[in-house]
């Protein structure tokens, strides 16, 4: 295809062009798609789609949903292959499958995505996003999806974590050029009366090493990601010897961790929630009956340029409760504020979730409606909210989630077995569970 302009110049055109666009551009010739396939090109790409994130002129965030779990049941045929070369058959019975729904939901047009991590046995929980991938993990396995492009990777997991009580972050590290896990496990020490927690790593790699280690500190939002950004991850926490709430961070470049001033005219036994507003670190705060305050860190590290933006009157979302100051000894006040806000719409208001709704808040003339997403039948059954920046960051493994439709089948036709090795003269010494897709 012969083109009068030169080739820096066309990529810097295209690098201007939303996600969708480019991906469809790649159809136009050979030459656009090798040039919108390149690494430099991608990271451009990339980069200019995050300039766009500044206050009140984001245009490139779209939201991931994750749905609640429902158990499936299934048909299970059990066999037992002897060292002889002799089978036995058990019999049919059933076995409960776990499914959880993936949307990609962009300018409020939800599409449901196969999870790539299903059949499973297990809920698939969103762990984070970053760079336009978001990380889903389930028993002993992680996997890396990019929504925009529908790409996907599996990794192992070895060891794997309850997750019913963990707290956890995903991001990457631009020092070692690898993508990172955290989890966190809370410890108490009865002999000491002292709350502390495990902190662990997991590079997202074959080569990097996982690293543990203590703080002595507790994290207040249990089964929530920490909030990523500068390549940072950011949680509410205690310690044991203060009785408010601060904000805890690590660094994923040198896996360093440090507190984070807050504002100053916050109270301290204020309950404090964090996100990224704006592309900016945020956090909102609340005391006691008064109403929630909206805070953003004006230049990242300096306590000084925390700047107020707005309040939102308690009543506009009534789900939210009024909470109790923190408590040294209050260790089981379940009441922790987990709202946070998401992004700014293009007509000025502030798309804010509280852990199970979607509400877009009104600075302005201070009023809440909930947001509508089309494509999802029943929001109120969401149990994850995250936001990522349409990608076109590449997993090189040529592997592809489709859209849910055509992938229906493969629950439909979905077979259970369960194979168990053992010798002729005792009892199964191996057991393995194998998910088999009959063909439609």
């Not at 949307?103 to 297990?122: G, M, R, T, W």
């Amino acid at each position: 295809m012969a083109t009068l302009l030169p080739e820096e110049i066309i990529a810097d055109i295209l690098s201007r062009v939303p996600t969708k666009s480019v991906m469809r551009f790649r159809c136009v010739c050979k030459p656009w798609c090798r040039l919108t396939s390149e690494s430099t090109f991608i990271e451009t790409h990339f980069n200019r789609s995050i300039e766009k994130q500044g206050y009140e002129k984001c245009e490139n965030l779209n939201l991931f949903l994750a749905s609640k779990p429902d158990f499936i049941m299934k048909n299970v045929k059990s066999t037992t292959t002897y060292t002889d070369g002799r089978e036995d058959s058990f019999g049919d019975g059933t076995l409960n499958l776990t499914r959880t729904h993936m949307y990609s939901v962009v300018e409020d047009e939800a599409v449901e995505i196969e999870n790539p991590l299903e059949p499973c046995f297990h809920e698939t929980l969103v762990l984070g996003s970053c760079n336009g991938l978001i990380c889903l993990y389930t028993w002993n396995r992680l996997c890396l999806l990019n929504p925009a492009t529908r790409e996907y990777k599996k990794f192992n997991f070895i060891g794997g974590f309850d997750s019913k009580n963990i707290i956890y972050g995903f991001g990457y590290s631009s020092v070692d050029d690898v993508y990172k896990v955290i989890y966190i496990v809370p410890k108490y020490d009865t002999d000491e009366d002292y709350n502390y927690s495990e902190f662990n790593i997991f590079p997202v790699s074959e080569t990097t090493p996982p690293m543990s280690g203590h703080v002595g500190l507790k994290f207040l939002n249990k089964k929530e990601s920490g909030i990523l950004l500068n390549e940072t991850l950011h949680w509410a926490v205690m310690d044991n010897y203060n009785d408010y709430a601060r904000v805890f961070s690590f660094c994923l470049r040198d896996n360093v961790g440090k507190e984070v001033p807050r504002p100053n005219n916050v109270k301290k036994k204020a309950k404090i929630s964090i996100g990224v507003l704006g592309g900016q670190l945020c956090l909102l705060s609340k005391f006691s009956t008064s109403d929630t305050e909206i805070w953003v860190m004006k230049n990242y590290g300096e306590s000084n340029s925390w700047t107020k933006l707005f309040e939102i009157e308690g009543y506009f979302i009534p789900s939210i409760p009024i909470s109790r100051p923190y408590s040294h000894y209050g260790i089981t006040d379940k009441y922790l504020l987990n709202m946070k806000p998401l992004y700014f719409a293009k007509n000025g208001e502030v798309l804010i979730t509280n852990g199970r709704d979607l509400v877009l808040y009104n600075p302005l003339w201070k009023g809440a409606r909930n947001l509508e997403i089309h494509g999802i039948t029943d929001q109120t059954n969401t149990g994850k909210v995250v936001t990522y920046i349409a990608s076109l960051v590449t997993l090189k493994s040529g592997t592809y989630a489709r859209e849910e439709k055509q992938a229906d089948d493969k629950w439909r036709n979905l077979r259970v077995r369960i194979q168990q090795y053992g010798s002729t003269s005792a009892g199964s010494v191996d057991e393995s569970i194998s998910l088999v897709c009959d063909k439609p």
